[in-house]
């Protein structure tokens, strides 16, 4: 069947989440230089049809804490170095304590830090700043559950690699709300499980705004709402070791249950949200995600998803011409689901990955399916060294000849299948994103397996699997610009018309235009 030129309503990507009417994110005396992007603030679309709605644009100003102490409350007092972290120590569990306008201390020792007791809270005033003056590795540690940090400024602090300045522990139960964590080295803040992240600010630290990783993976309900998510990695740490896989506006590790919703995710310098190894059930919603250097989205040898209703532009706009220009022509996309997939037998609210109501605007591709032939349990082609699937325990299982068999033949192997993606709008003006052909990519393919010698995957199976037999749709979408389409491999580039058609059938009920915009 040939393409079709219809008219038909397109999606809207309601961003729900209007928690302040500030401008966007700024610089100050004591950070790098000001945010590129500028949310757009009334419900009218835009010249080129993308839906506008305010976001959360929490940096500049975010809500101010209480002028004066709470009743009970302990004051800390910021002339007196350290006191933060005595009267922690030295008062009983679920107390709240107040921070006095001005910028608290810690004891100038790289381990110095506060070590909340169970149930604290921790209140700032207007101006209060806990300020690690690049001396101190973290801010708030230990294991203590139920933590509550409200209405604070926390920067300047050097964790390590890896690593975060705030919950570095990964306590559970901890809520941030009304904070700014920035100009830090290593992670802004770590998670636990029920971790919740509110009307927050993460900007400009080394390497992530929130590393979700838990030591034990046994991080469950994780709500991040509402935040500013800006300018993460300033070390720029894929550059200092290539294909570390370790950067991102937040890192979601074997997190099964999260909410990510109503965020204003921009300018980070790599991913914007990256979800990698064993998640499961994730909600990504009423986002706005533009302007970062690599992928709005990567869903990662996981499962179960929903990702609807975002605004998503002007991403990975870096990353792709990058390699563009080095003549690579695999298809980088701006939401990468790899090796990912829905699973019926892993328990979530959803039993597949489904991407719908999104507007992706003049991004650097669109969407790929990808699946690595070679990536499966006991491989040396899978990066996440000593995982294997969801659906096998023992990975010492996944080897000759059992894994030539059912089941393990399928269940060894992360499996990008069971995606359904459809009312979206897809919006390309290559003279916006200054390309191409090569920016304007849908993509569903695989490599020819390889290797080990032992594998069960050798040849074009995987790339036939995951094209035809592991029910991945494109359906009813509206695409406008220069679309062209690949599959099976990176040498088959297929027109609009080719992709609907047979072995393919693809985008059953979408609509074309090679004009760009609306």
């Known amino acids: 069947m040939g393409f079709k030129w219809r008219n038909r309503a397109w999606p809207t990507a309601p961003l729900a989440l209007a928690l302040l009417a500030a401008t966007g994110c700024t610089s100050s005396s004591d950070g790098p230089a000001k945010s590129t992007s500028t949310p757009s603030t009334s419900g009218a679309p835009s010249a080129s049809g993308a839906p506008a709605a305010s976001v959360a644009r929490v940096c500049a100003k975010p809500a101010a804490g209480p002028a004066k102490a709470p009743k009970g409350a302990v004051t800390v007092d910021p002339s007196v170095v350290g006191d933060l972290a005595a009267k922690t120590k030295s008062s009983p569990a679920n107390t709240t304590f107040w921070l006095r306008p001005g910028k608290h201390r810690l004891e100038p020792d790289r ?60 306590a559970d139960g901890w809520v941030i709300e009304h904070a700014k964590i920035q100009y830090n080295s290593g992670a802004g803040l770590m998670a636990g499980a029920r971790q919740k992240v509110r009307a927050s600010c993460l900007r400009d630290n080394g390497q992530y705004g929130m590393n979700a990783y838990k030591t034990g993976d046994s991080i469950k309900g994780l709500v991040v709402e509402g935040n500013e998510i800006v300018g993460n990695n300033t070390g720029d740490w894929e550059r200092r070791k290539p294909g570390c896989g370790c950067t991102g506006g937040i890192k979601f590790w074997a997190v099964n249950g999260a909410e990510v919703r109503g965020n204003w995710v921009h300018d980070n310098r790599g991913v914007g949200l990256w979800a990698d190894n064993n998640n499961n059930d994730f909600h990504i919603e009423n986002n706005l995600i533009e302007a970062n250097d690599g992928a709005a989205v990567m869903y990662e040898t996981s499962y179960n998803a929903v990702i609807r209703n975002n605004t998503i532009r002007r991403n990975n706009w870096v990353e792709g011409r990058k390699y563009a220009g080095r003549g690579d022509n695999f298809p980088y996309a701006t939401i990468y689901v790899s090796e990912a997939g829905g699973e019926p037998r892993i328990r979530a609210r959803t039993d597949k990955i489904e991407i719908y109501g999104n507007v992706l605007e003049n991004n650097w591709n669109g969407i790929t399916l990808w699946e690595n032939a070679d990536r499966f349990c006991n491989s040396p082609a899978n990066t996440s060294t000593g ?101 099976e491999n990176t040498d088959q580039s297929l027109d609009p018309g080719q992709w609907q058609e047979t072995p393919y059938r693809q985008d059953t009920d979408s609509t074309f235009a090679r004009r760009a915009g609306g």
């Open 111 to 170: 381990y110095a830090q506060v070590m909340p007791k169970k149930g604290n809270r921790y209140l700032g005033a207007p101006g209060a700043v806990l300020d690690g003056r690049k001396t101190n590795n973290y801010a708030f540690s230990g294991t203590a559950r139920d933590v509550t940090i409200r209405h604070l400024t926390v920067q300047r602090f050097v964790a390590p690699t890896d690593e975060g300045v705030v919950n570095h522990d990964m």
């Open 387 to 487: 995982y294997c699937t969801l659906l096998v325990k023992d990975t010492d299982r996944c080897a000759k000849p059992a894994i030539s068999k059912a089941p393990l033949y399928a269940d060894c192997r992360w499996k990008t299948q069971r995606v359904d993606i459809h009312d979206n709008r897809f919006l390309l003006d290559t003279s916006v994103v200054k390309c191409e052909t090569e920016c304007g990519r849908m993509a569903v393919l695989s490599n020819y397996g390889t290797y080990p010698k032992w594998s069960p995957y050798k040849g074009k199976r995987v790339a036939d699997a995951i094209t035809h037999k592991q029910d991945n749709r494109w359906h009813d979408n509206v695409y406008r610009g220069p679309w062209s389409f690949v599959a």
